[in-house]
């Protein structure tokens, strides 16, 4: 059985690519800080440059919400500073698991394709997974939603289907 929501998020350090350089990326870094973590199959595809845009249009949303947002596949650091010549400027560093290690640990790798499915973790400030969906390929994720559920996570308290925010909670759990 891979890891489940309540569990400690597994550690990695990975080399990703922020604006033109190249940079060592902990998971150990954004301690006290939320991280939503998504893994996608590969660069120079057709729905993920629609989720990494989106992604970084929204970049300044997660931020308010002291959310630091890691895009990873596993193609190199080389492939996704190619990438962002036809992607344009990224709000968020994307990592390289070109090892496919850390695909692995978080249960999204397709080893028979040797690629990851769309997967989306958020990580709590002490590290532990709060939240994960592992969906098909050939689907884009919402990023609307992962907000939604970010900022319900962030109330502490119980959220009722379709909760917004600025609507009443349940109160605590």
């Not at 895009?71 to 560093?93: E, R």
């Not at 996570?153 to 349940?170: D, F, N, R, S």
Request: aromatic share 10%; with cysteine.
């Amino acid at each position: 059985m891979g890891i489940q929501v309540g569990q400690c998020a597994p550690g990695f350090t990975m080399q990703g690519v922020v604006g033109e350089k190249f940079e060592d990326f902990s998971l150990d870094n954004y301690r006290g800080k939320w991280v939503v973590l998504f893994f996608y199959p590969l660069d120079f595809t057709f729905i993920c440059p629609t989720e990494i845009t989106e992604f970084s249009k929204r970049d300044s949303d997660f931020k308010a919400l002291k959310a630091q947002v890691l895009g990873v596949s596993i193609d190199s650091v080389f492939s996704h500073k190619a990438w962002m010549k036809d992607l344009g400027k990224l709000n968020y560093p994307l990592l390289s698991d070109i090892t496919k290690e850390v695909s692995r640990k978080y249960g999204v790798l397709l080893e028979d394709k040797g690629i990851s499915l769309r997967g989306t973790f958020i990580i709590d400030p002490e590290g532990k997974i709060k939240y994960q969906l592992v969906h098909d390929l050939g689907i884009g994720r919402s990023v609307e939603e992962i907000l939604r559920v970010l900022n319900a996570l962030q109330t502490g308290e119980l959220c009722p289907v379709e909760w917004k925010p600025g609507k009443k909670t349940l109160g605590k759990g």
